[in-house]
């Protein structure tokens, strides 16, 4: 099959959710090779090796500091919940990075394929999730002092996380449901198939409201909330004038850009995916087939890989433990 922007099913990708539709449409059964790779694709491979090697390093390393280093106080356990998320993330991510290599041609089976694409929206909520309550918890000790001495404690913390964990979960489940494998002559694909064994229309409308769902609630609702946090925190440090240090805020504002920077033009291009396939827009589909793959790279790597090296060199607490920890090895090695 030529190398065309037709041949290439947007339900093929790792990050989106993709359609409904038929990858008969768009794979040739009789051919031996279905796809052939574009540079674009080879560009996502970069991105994906470099998350994993990256992002390995920089979460593990976060992990072991947290949880041997350092006392589990309420921000380390924000911290180290990110940390896990994105490092659960990275563990799944050779398998996509086989399927991308192998001409997304699907070689783990029906049941792995469901559970790594659950996996990547667990990462997205989560990670949204608990941003959004750092936003509330920071505004809430300068709002609300006496209240957060009395009922700020660790235990709160782990509840809090717990529940982000629940809800994560929950909102993530349709993606294990729906996502399906077609297997060909000579391959499989890992795609989303909203249809199942019902109508073209009632997977439309399945596609439809979890992207709303996910647009609402995994974006624009936490969004909301770390604006909303911020403004009346600044508001009331300049009404008082309390002078207080810049430095605690410093890695959780860089986190809060960084996720946000690159997870919006994801629930775009998956807007567009939608209209794309709702209405049979060939255009929209062209367009997409480049932007895309960009778009799924970026959080992967912004989320597991840029994280961990703000919580090191921007944290001044995970910043001195790490130097500390890396000086008392070299110094046990030397003697």
């Known amino acids: 099959m030529e190398n065309n922007t037709t041949a290439y099913p947007i339900s093929g990708t790792p990050l989106l959710n993709g359609t409904s539709t038929n990858p008969t449409d ?62 659960i993330f990275i563990l799944f991510l050779p398998l996509r990075l086989i399927y991308l290599a192998n001409n997304f041609n699907w070689l783990f089976g029906h049941f792995m394929c469901k559970l790594s694409s659950m996996v990547v929206f667990i990462n997205l909520y989560v990670s949204v999730f608990l941003l959004a309550i750092i936003s509330m918890d920071r505004c ?18 782990l509840i809090v996380v717990m529940t982000v964990w629940i809800l ?40 439809r409201v979890t992207v709303i769902i996910r647009f609402i609630v995994g974006f624009c609702i936490p969004f909301i909330i770390i604006v909303m946090c911020y403004s009346l925190l600044a508001v009331r440090i300049r009404r008082k004038n309390m002078a207080t240090s810049s430095k605690p805020f410093k890695v959780i504002i860089a986190v809060i850009i960084a996720l946000f ?38 959080p992967a790597f912004m989320n597991s890989c840029v994280n961990p090296f703000l919580y090191v060199f921007i944290g001044r607490d995970f910043r001195d433990k790490f130097w500390k920890s890396f000086q008392n090895i070299l110094e046990k090695s030397f003697s």
Do not use: Q
């Not at 775009?268 to 049979?280: K, N």
């Open 261 to 298: 920077i690159c997870w919006a033009p994801f629930h775009i291009f998956a807007i567009l995916e939608f209209h794309s396939f709702a209405h049979d827009d060939y255009f929209v589909l062209r367009g997409l087939r480049f932007g895309v793959p960009i778009a799924t790279s970026l």
């Open 26 to 87: 768009y794979y040739d059964d009789y051919n031996d090779v279905h796809y052939v790779l574009s540079s674009i694709d080879y560009f996502v491979l970069v991105m994906y090796s470099l998350t994993f090697l990256l992002g390995t390093l920089g979460n593990s390393l976060i992990i072991w500091f947290a949880i041997f280093r350092m006392k589990m106080t309420i921000n380390v356990i924000w911290f180290l919940n990110l940390s896990i998320v994105d490092f």
């Open 140 to 157: 809430a000790s300068v709002i609300f002092p006496v209240w957060c001495r009395n009922h700020r404690t660790p235990r709160l913390a």
């Open 168 to 207: 994560a979960i929950l909102f993530s489940i349709p993606y294990f449901i729906f996502r399906d494998t077609f297997e060909g002559k000579s391959f499989v694909v890992c795609y989303t198939n909203f249809e199942l064994e019902d109508s073209e229309d009632i997977g439309i409308y399945r596609h």
